[in-house]
């Protein structure tokens, strides 16, 4: 058995009983140390410099791995050589001022608005059913997370102005319109939900059992309602959000208003999630441009 064996296994001994870190989490460490280990071969660990180290993580990606997952595996070696300078006197840590590669931003790809419109026509024949066209309407209407939509208590919506009350990531709430046709959807829900709700429920869609609807149920229930709808393409709730991200924009060009209506803290973020075609720009650019307006 080799040193850097004997030190991982000293590591993943201290993981477990100081760090009392899950045993999946330990078998994560694991398999990124050994890795780390593999690379190095004949290099002892208290000589790996940081070129090398660097070099590794350049084959890794040249291997396929894409920028989280090798961040997350630097992030395992660079604490493995905080613990041996610790426990080991280490004086150099090879892992530490290194990043990975930026993972390529993979986006669903938006719904065209057709498509949107006949993922809109579930036919509202069972409680069921009402329920989900109002789901998939308030997603597309309001452009909300998965987790957003389920967590909604009825009391934050109003019907009347036509707002949703949305508490997003970091606890921060947000002010975000309702579409007329979302409205009349969750209007006729209601009747079916006070005939299903479980008393001290405040969640605006429930299931069969009369308590929140779960993640997994709206994932399962809107890919199923496309299939049924002859939508060919892959629709999930980031779809729908995406979705209404790319329509609003394309019709707006209002970028602000977008960014603050997904609840995003940077508007770098809604540029990157949202997108227009090149046509669309150029369109807008000959519209509003003063050295682009014919005389």
């Known amino acids: 058995m080799s040193a850097g064996t004997d030190y991982l296994q000293s590591y993943l001994v ?3 009983s100081e760090r009392r ?48 997952s090798l961040a997350r595996m630097l992030s395992a070696w660079r604490g493995f050589y905080a613990w041996l300078a610790r426990d080991h006197g280490f004086t150099q840590n090879p892992c530490v001022g290194l990043r990975a590669p930026k993972s390529v931003r993979s986006l669903p790809k938006a719904l ?33 997370r998965l987790s957003e939509l389920t967590g909604l208590p009825l009391a934050d919506i109003d019907l009347v102005d036509g707002i949703v009350r949305v508490t997003g990531k970091g606890g ?23 005939q299903l709700v479980k008393p ?66 940077n508007i770098s973020t809604t540029q990157v999630y949202t997108h227009l075609d090149f046509q669309h720009l150029a369109k807008v650019y000959d519209a509003a441009h003063p050295r682009a307006k014919k005389k």
């Open 200 to 265: 001290d429920e405040a969640a605006l869609f429930v299931g069969k059992n009369g308590l929140r609807l779960t993640s997994r149920a709206v994932q399962y229930r809107i890919k199923q309602w496309a299939i049924k709808l002859g939508i060919s393409a892959e629709v999930h709730p980031h779809v729908l959000r995406h979705s209404f991200a790319s329509h609003v924009l394309q019709s707006s060009g209002d970028l602000r208003a977008v960014q603050e209506m997904l609840g995003h803290a």
């Open 112 to 144: 065209s608005p057709d498509e949107a419109a006949r993922l809109m026509e579930v036919p509202a024949d069972d409680a069921l059913a009402v329920r989900d066209k109002a789901v998939i309407e308030l997603f597309y209407s309001s452009g909300l």
């Open 21 to 68: 870190l899950s045993p999946l989490t330990c078998t994560n460490y694991r398999r990124d140390v050994t890795e780390l280990l593999n690379l190095a071969a004949d290099i002892p660990l208290d000589q790996l410099q940081i070129h090398q180290v660097r070099r590794f993580i350049a084959q890794l990606h040249g291997r396929g791995l894409g920028g989280k």
């Open 172 to 194: 921060k709430t947000r002010e975000v319109p309702v579409g007329r046709q979302a409205v009349a959807a969750i209007r006729s829900w209601l009747p079916y939900r006070d």
């Open 14 to 16: 201290h993981l477990a």
